[in-house]
């Protein structure tokens, strides 16, 4: 179908917050929309790919739990019923030539006894030694919840790992849910009574489609929008909010009442003509994100025992590259071409200034990480590697983050442009799959329905949600 010259609602971004608004737009009644993605595919990070062996993958470690109601009924409409598979989630660390179980904050009974008694000892300190002043960083926090021990031996070099910048560069207000704090109680009595500690978290179970990957989820609820109204391979190159235009690669033009736009919010900033001003540009450099390197090693033979339950583990120490491997070939046996023949990992390094990364070293520094960790035994035993680079990988939650979009969403929203999504509202701690849909859903409920939107404005209320 060939694009309209105008339409009432423009979505830039056919990932899952266009897709959520696209979709909530029909629900309502709404015809006169169109969603514009620059890529050949709808996903954007959920997206899934299949190597010339056969082999799935995704752009990082996805799985599917939720806060919504709303957002678990579109799932089941999307992949129907039976279309998925049901995991209770068995995370671990691989840390002093062990595996211990995930939070290790709560097993580290399963520490060397040298280390094991560091850890308490910074525990009992941090709450002897309890200040009236808050954290000014993210390190802060991490000495100030967990102790020197435990923060020198995990949480301090993982989260350099995870985040591509050292933790005294992050803010600490977006935690929430996201990591598990110390319980002095909880961790001396998992440690007298030599007991493991696995339910914490709110993906303590999680679902995954049982073919074509997450993007399969993505692709099906485009086809619930209608490929009438998702234009693919229609990037935008400028964005005109006193007429009302965007220009796209082709030069083509497209007139708008609203626009969502999905894209990072620092691109959004460079993209709107003519240019802002050196103050809101200034504003928008202060946005910090890292790159994530995506790896998978597709494996010949049997899953090793000691991975065979396993979902994902995560890797503080310098002997891999990678912070997190998922057993891919676990969340769904149609990840790989024949599971009675092969299984798949799929590792994931992050990367920015203070964090560079040989992309060319990069597959070979993988496996010998692999090999370094115990998850292969030998370079022979890989069969097919695929590599994917998401440039804006995480938003990153800098100390300058929320002065900044405090500033730059309602400077867009005055001209028209709501900026949403894992990077449109650059909101880590709601930026999940669940988190993304609703945030367009809620954008599109706002403009027809005049409802407030929730998600992005208070994220702290709606994961605090058991729905």
């Not at 979709?23 to 050949?40: I, M, P």
């Not at 996805?62 to 995370?91: I, N, P």
């Not at 299984?343 to 920015?352: F, G, I, P, Q, Y």
């Not at 800098?398 to 509202?425: C, M, N, T, W, Y």
Request: charged share 20%; with cysteine.
């Amino acid at each position: 179908m060939k694009r309209p010259n105008k339409t009432k609602y423009l979505i830039i971004g056919a990932g899952p917050t266009g897709l959520g608004a696209a979709y909530r737009l029909k629900e309502l009644g709404q015809s006169d929309f169109a969603v514009l993605e620059r890529s050949s595919h709808a996903g954007g990070l959920a997206a899934s790919f299949q190597d010339e062996k056969g082999f799935t993958w995704d752009i990082g470690g996805h799985v599917q739990f939720s806060h919504y109601k709303y957002f678990d009924d579109l799932m089941v409409k999307a992949l129907g019923a039976e279309g998925w598979l049901t995991h209770e989630r068995e995370s671990w660390a691989w840390m002093c030539d062990r595996f211990i179980p995930y939070p290790v904050q709560n097993n580290i009974r399963h520490l060397p006894r040298d280390l094991l008694w560091k850890c308490i000892e910074g525990v009992i300190d941090c709450n002897l030694k309890q200040s009236s002043e808050p954290p000014a960083n993210f390190k802060e926090w991490i000495l100030a919840t967990f102790g020197q021990g435990f923060a020198d031996l995990f949480m301090l070099p993982y989260n350099f790992k995870v985040w591509a910048f050292p933790p005294e560069d992050l803010a600490y207000h977006w935690i929430g849910e996201r990591v598990a704090v110390t319980d002095i109680k909880r961790t001396l009595k998992n440690v007298i009574l030599e007991k493991d500690d696995l339910s914490w978290g709110p993906n303590n179970t999680f679902q995954f489609p049982k073919r074509g990957g997450t993007g399969a989820i993505w692709n099906s609820v485009a086809n619930l929008v209608g490929s009438d109204r998702i234009f693919l391979n229609s990037g935008v190159q400028s964005i005109h909010p006193e007429s009302k235009t965007v220009v796209l690669g082709s030069g083509e033009k497209m007139e708008y009442d609203f626009l969502l736009s999905t894209m990072p919010l620092d691109l959004l900033t460079r993209m709107v003509q003519p240019e802002l001003t050196d103050s809101v540009l200034e504003l928008s450099t202060h946005l910090v994100h890292s790159t994530s390197n995506i790896v998978g090693l597709g494996l010949k033979g049997p899953t090793p025992d000691s991975l065979k339950t396993k979902c994902w583990m995560y890797f503080p120490e310098s002997n891999c590259p990678f912070y997190r491997a998922t057993v891919f070939s676990n969340y769904s046996p149609n990840n790989v071409p024949d599971i009675s023949k092969y299984w798949s990992l799929m590792t994931e390094t992050s990367e920015s200034s203070k964090k560079p990364v040989d992309r060319k070293q990069l597959v070979e520094d993988t496996i010998q990480g692999c090999i370094n960790t115990r998850l292969i035994s030998s370079r022979s035993d890989v069969v097919s590697t695929w590599v994917y680079s998401a440039e804006h990988g995480y938003p990153t939650p800098s100390l300058k983050r929320d002065h900044v979009i405090r500033e730059l969403i309602p400077f867009f929203e005055q001209k028209g442009i709501f900026s949403r999504g894992r990077f449109g509202a650059w909101k880590y701690e709601v930026s999940n799959q669940d988190h993304s849909l609703m945030q367009g859903v809620e954008w599109a409920s706002r403009m027809v329905l005049n409802e407030p939107e929730v998600t992005w404005v208070n994220p702290n209320f709606v994961n605090a949600q058991k729905r």
